[in-house]
Nanobody, 116 residues
């Protein structure tokens, strides 16, 4: 499975961005999809995760009420709508998928920078 993220950029605090993660290859095997982020000097952390059918969704406490994860299985694409962005949201955002046998795949990342 090959993953490509897009939608990152520079935005002022309070602004919005929508990230996309497009999957190609053995997309029939995709189970859980998730967004992670890594800020300079920090460990990579889970931002949000969504199950194969979208029935189970989890958001990190730090983004609840501001970020929304979704997926369109017909397009093999996952999204992260980010509203009310804060400078502390600045990071490289990665998408990750886990297939039905437990293998993980990662995208190359997209930079999100929030200015104060």
């Amino acid at each position: 499975v090959h993953l490509v993220e897009s939608g990152g950029g520079l935005v002022q605090a309070g602004g919005s961005l929508r990230l996309s993660c497009a999957a190609s290859g053995s997309t029939f095997s995709i189970n859980t999809m998730g967004w992670y982020r890594q800020a300079p000097g920090k460990q990579r952390e889970l931002v949000a995760e969504i199950s194969s059918g979208g029935g189970s969704i989890k958001h990190a406490d730090s983004v609840k009420g501001r970020f929304t994860i979704s997926r369109d299985n017909a397009k093999n694409t996952m999204y992260l709508q980010m509203n009310g962005l804060k400078p502390e949201d600045t990071a490289v955002y990665y998408c990750r998928i886990t297939n039905w046998v437990g293998l993980d795949y990662w995208g190359q990342g997209t930079q999100v920078t929030v200015s104060s």
